[in-house]
C-alpha cells in the first residue's frame, strides 16, 4: 500500500512536463545600480514595492498558480492521510522549558497536532496542567504561540502569540494560578525581561504594524511597562530618543534586558547587520527611577 501510494504521487508530478506550465508572466523592468565602477542589473526591483497594485495582483496569480498544481498531484491526499497516521503514532514533543521558583513551564505538541500549547508544573514530577491552548484561545482563528516569559516567582506567566500566521505577535499576562489573564495587552510587543520584583516587564516597541512600510522598523525603542498601567504612557526606556549621546542609527535594533544571575544591572545591546555586537549596562536601580524614563546613563561595552 505504501509503495502503490508514493509511486502514484511520483508519477504525477513527473507526468507535469515543463510544457505543461504556464506560469503568471512577471515583467522586467529597466533598473540597474553602479557600484565601484560595476553596474548590476535589478530587472525585478518593481517586486520591492508591496503596496503597489500590481505587485499584489502578482503574488496572489503565482499563489493561486501554486494551488492549482499542487491540488491536483494524483495521490496526494492518500500520502497526507498516511503521513498524518504515522505521526500521530510518535511521542509528544516537549521543549522551551523554563524553571521559575520550583515551578517548569514548557511548550508541548501532542501526536497528530501541529500547534504547541502551554503546560506548566509544580516541580518536575507534579501533575501536568494545561496554560494556554492557542487552537481554543478565540474561537474560529488560527493562534500559535511565538513565545512565553514566567515571572521569576512563577505566579504570572507573558504569554506572546500570533494570529492567522501574522509577523507581530500580541502580547498578553496570565496568572498562573488562576489561569486568567490580566487586563495588560500589548501589540506589537517583542517581550524582553521581567523586572525583578515582578511588577512589569521590558519589552521591544516598534511604530507601525505595517510591515510593508519600508520605515516600520526604523527608530524602535525598549520600553517599560509596569503591570497595570496605561500602555500609552510606557517610557521609553532606552532609544535614539531617550539617549541621543549614543548615536544609535536609526536601523538598529536598540535591545534592553535584565539577568537573573547580575541583578545589579540592566544591560542592553544594538542588533543590526554589523558583525560587531556592542552592549551597554546601566546601574538596575535607575530601571524604576523617574530619572531613567529620559536617560538610560548606560557606559558602553564593545564585543
Known amino acids: 500500500m505504501k509503495a502503490s501510494i508514493i509511486l502514484s504521487f511520483t508519477l504525477g508530478l513527473s507526468s507535469l512536463s515543463p510544457a505543461q506550465y504556464i506560469y503568471p508572466p512577471t515583467k522586467t523592468v529597466d533598473s540597474s545600480d ?16 508591496l503596496k503597489q497594485p500590481q505587485v499584489e495582483t502578482w503574488f496572489k ?10 491540488n491536483n498531484l494524483n495521490g496526494r491526499d492518500e500520502l ?15 521543549y522551551g522549558e523554563v524553571y521559575e521558583n520550583g515551578r517548569v513551564f514548557y511548550r508541548k505538541i501532542n501526536p497528530g497536532e501541529n500547534i504547541s500549547k502551554i ?25 500559535s504561540v511565538r513565545n ?30 488562576t489561569k486568567q489573564f490580566l487586563t495588560d495587552s500589548l501589540y506589537p510587543a517583542f517581550f524582553s ?12 516597541w516598534i511604530k507601525s504594524t505595517d510591515l510593508k512600510d519600508p520605515t516600520a522598523l526604523l527608530n524602535s525603542k525598549t520600553k517599560l511597562h509596569i503591570l497595570g498601567t496605561e500602555i500609552s504612557a510606557d517610557p521609553d526606556f532606552f532609544s535614539n ?5 549614543l548615536d544609535i542609527a536609526p536601523e538598529a535594533e536598540p535591545f534592553a534586558f535584565l539577568k537573573e544571575g547580575s541583578k545589579d544591572y540592566v544591560f542592553s545591546e544594538l542588533g543590526g547587520t554589523q558583525n560587531e555586537l556592542t552592549e551597554y ?17 548606560a557606559k558602553p561595552l564593545i564585543v
Request: glycine residues 8%; negative net charge; charged residues 20%.
Open 34 to 49: 553602479t557600484y565601484f565602477g560595476v553596474t548590476y542589473k535589478d530587472p525585478y526591483r518593481w517586486l520591492e514595492y
Open 61 to 70: 496569480q503565482q499563489a493561486t498558480y501554486t494551488d492549482s498544481v499542487l
Open 241 to 245: 530618543v531617550s539617549y541621543p549621546e
Open 193 to 204: 525581561s521581567w523586572t525583578f520584583d515582578n511588577s512589569g516587564f521590558l519589552y521591544g
Open 80 to 94: 497526507m492521510a498516511e503521513w498524518k497516521q504515522l505521526d500521530e503514532l510518535g511521542p509528544a514533543l516537549i
Open 281 to 297: 549596562y546601566a546601574p538596575v536601580k535607575q530601571l524604576h527611577s523617574k530619572k531613567s524614563h529620559g536617560k538610560y546613563y
Open 119 to 143: 503546560y506548566y508544573r509544580e516541580g518536575m514530577n507534579g501533575p501536568e496542567q494545561l496554560l494556554f491552548d492557542p487552537t481554543t484561545y478565540i474561537p474560529g482563528k488560527t493562534l
Open 148 to 177: 512565553f516569559n514566567p515571572s521569576y516567582d512563577g505566579q504570572k506567566i507573558a504569554i506572546a502569540y500570533t494570529m492567522q500566521g501574522a509577523e507581530l505577535p500580541v502580547v498578553k499576562i496570565m496568572e498562573t494560578d
